[in-house]
């Protein structure tokens, strides 16, 4: 009985090894600054090169806010030859505290190139959607303050672009603003990002919110109910997960 009790302990740990070798190790920081600079190579290829475009798209779903550096570091280099406006979706898919400052940096700074201002707001307003998620980005302080200034601004892209960043708020004061850009805005792309963006910054009473919102929708003609009911089902499925 003990011998064979030893070789059922030793069948069972030559197990549990060969299923430990199957579980991915965590990627360090070193792999995954690889990474980056095997996508940033695609990125530089993609426009002549359906192989670099087919793994991009394969390396996207690697993005991580460690990689943010990496890219703000390229599209610093002047002799950088990767088309810059994805560059500057990767970086801010990607995320992390270093790409929030530097985020900072850019909305507030009248230097900054206005077609470079465009591309980020457009990114933060949803205009990537498929790739940027403001759940990576840390908004907080002067980055959370510039938000809440933009929903109040003239230009519909800057209210866009406030809500989207107002997802990465998950506040009272944000929610509070987030419900008035979807009911009250003039323009139909701003309401439908307020709403998007509740999915990430509401809480367990924003799925009474929405059921009351979407009441509403039957009032508008039929491309603005579609889109809002889009938004609507994505912030209610994003919510059903949290709460």
């Not at 809002?228 to 919510?239: C, F, K, Y």
Request: proline share 5%.
């Amino acid at each position: 009985l003990i011998v064979h009790d030893l070789c059922k302990g030793t069948e069972l740990r030559e197990r549990v090894a060969e299923l430990e070798k199957l579980v991915p190790k965590p990627k360090s920081k070193e792999d995954k600054i690889a990474l980056a600079k095997e996508m940033l190579e695609c990125l530089r290829k993609w426009k002549n090169n359906p192989e670099s475009f087919r793994r991009l798209l394969q390396l996207i779903a690697e993005l991580d806010p460690a990689m943010g550096p990496y890219f703000l570091e390229r599209l610093a280099d002047p002799d950088e030859t990767a088309d810059k406006d994805p560059l500057y979706d990767l970086a801010l898919a990607s995320g992390g505290p270093e790409v929030a400052d530097w985020l900072l940096a850019k909305l507030t700074d009248t230097g900054t190139p206005e077609d470079v201002r465009r591309r980020l707001l457009r990114v933060l307003g949803g205009g990537s959607k498929e790739l940027f998620s403001i759940r990576n980005l840390p908004v907080q302080g002067r980055l959370a303050d510039t938000a809440f200034q933009y929903t109040s601004a003239g230009n519909s892209q800057e209210r866009q672009a406030g809500a989207g960043l107002l997802g990465g708020v998950d506040t009272t004061e944000s929610r509070t603003v987030l419900y008035r850009l979807a009911t009250t805005d003039s323009d139909n792309t701003v309401r439908e990002q307020a709403v998007r963006s509740l999915g990430t910054a509401g809480d367990p009473d924003t799925l009474a919110w929405l059921d009351t919102f979407q009441a509403t929708l039957s009032n508008m003609e039929a491309w603005q109910q579609k889109r809002l009911q889009g938004a609507v089902d994505g912030a209610r499925e994003m919510l059903a997960k949290r709460f």
